[in-house]
């Protein structure tokens, strides 16, 4: 794979450099992130148009789908260029009825593990997420039980490094008392920036930090603001709020996910948007 100039560059994540731009799978899917996708030709599409772009880092998880996500980026990308990798999460499964229900004990977590590596076609993932908390936030409670069950499989030789998601930063501590901890995938983003403290704290410590949702949360007023800085800037609001995250702290990598190369590559460029000192003042007040 020949390494493209991306926005932001590179971040070391456990002595695996990240371009800070990634990619998140979970639009692969079909609606609600469930079932087939209706094209799946355009779905390989994507996927080999973000490694062609330069993008080492695609995020993903078996129960995207469930399994289809796995199953095309394996068809897309396998075998896999060196330098390419795979982040995937555990902690969760899907019902009949396309609901998200937790799936966090030792042998449900063991047995995700082995159905990413089989569906991916892999001897071994680089990151695994252990995903906590449920969708608004992260939840209290220990959760040494669940990350030991992954440490213990990272001692086998079958995860390489560990994440954790939707956490507070005492279950990252937590979790850091066990085994070390390559990354933190929380939802953060101009509006919702309760984990302002963790990003600072993740950055000190060499951990990535992984947002996921960047536009999510947003009251109309504040997407209000958003969106004139996009026009404003010629370019749209995600790309805004991409590159705000770009700047706001050197730990951040973006996942943004699409099902289109078009909005694929509209995403990367505008990543890359340039925020004046003014704009970003109006960005950040945005979350004030």
């Known amino acids: 794979m020949t390494t493209r100039t991306l926005p932001g560059g590179t971040y070391p994540v456990a002595g ?53 996500t796995n199953e095309i980026i394996r068809e897309a990308l396998a075998p896999y260029p060196g330098d390419l990798h795979i982040v995937t999460k555990v902690g969760a499964r899907r019902d009949s009825s396309g609901g998200w229900p937790h799936a966090r004990t030792p042998a449900e977590l063991r047995q995700q593990v082995h159905d990413n590596l089989k569906r991916l076609g892999l001897d071994a993932l680089d990151v695994v997420n252990l995903r906590m908390g449920g969708y608004s936030g992260p939840e209290p409670g220990s959760i040494a039980e669940q990350f030991g ?12 490094h560990l ?18 901890v390559a990354c933190v995938q929380n939802m953060y983003n101009i509006a919702r920036r309760h984990d302002d403290d963790l990003v600072d704290l993740t950055a000190r410590q060499g951990i990535a930090f992984v947002p996921y949702f960047p536009l999510g949360g947003f009251e109309k007023l504040q997407s209000d603001a958003l969106h004139a800085v996009a026009d404003r800037l010629e370019t749209t609001p995600l790309g805004v709020a991409l590159a705000w995250l770009l700047r706001r702290s050197p730990n951040i990598l973006l996942i943004p996910g699409t099902s289109s190369v078009a909005h694929l590559r509209e995403n990367v460029a505008a990543a890359g948007t340039d925020l004046p000192d003014d704009a970003l003042a109006e960005l950040d007040a945005i979350g004030g």
């Open 163 to 180: 994440g954790v998601s939707t956490v507070t930063a005492e279950q990252l501590a937590e979790a850091q008392s066990i085994a070390p």
């Open 16 to 68: 695996l450099e990240f371009t800070r731009i990634g990619y998140g799978a979970m639009q692969l899917a079909g609606p609600g992130v469930f079932g087939p996708p209706a094209d799946r030709d355009a779905a390989i599409a994507v996927l080999r148009t973000a490694v062609d772009l330069g993008i080492n880092h695609i995020d993903t998880s078996d129960y995207y789908g469930p399994y289809v």
């Open 149 to 160: 069950a992954l440490a213990a499989l990272r001692d086998q030789g079958l995860i390489r």
